[in-house]
């Protein structure tokens, strides 16, 4: 084999490894870009869902929790559940 020959192989590996990386970071990045696709058009509509539901249930929690307070603070004065008067024949 002359120097060539050889030229033209090692060039023609070359070629070979660059294609096959071209075609590799190609699908990579298009691989990437549909999840960036995805997330703008689907993870991040249900993340502001999901906080918005949070904000209302929060919301409705405050006034349930107040009660349940009140309430345990009222066993506690009374654990019989009524009044001195109540339980007085």
Not at 61 to 79: G, I, N
Request: glycine share 4%.
């Amino acid at each position: 084999m002359n120097l060539t020959t050889i030229a033209a192989f090692t060039a023609a590996g070359l070629a070979l490894v660059d294609v096959v990386v071209n075609v590799f970071w190609g699908s990579r990045l298009t691989s990437r870009a549909q999840v960036e696709q995805w997330r703008r058009n689907e993870e991040r509509p249900i993340v502001a869902r999901i906080l918005t539901l949070s904000e209302d249930a929060r919301a409705l929690y405050w006034p349930a929790f107040d009660a349940k307070q009140k309430w345990v603070v009222a066993m506690r004065a009374d654990p019989d559940g009524g009044s001195q008067e109540d339980t007085k024949v």
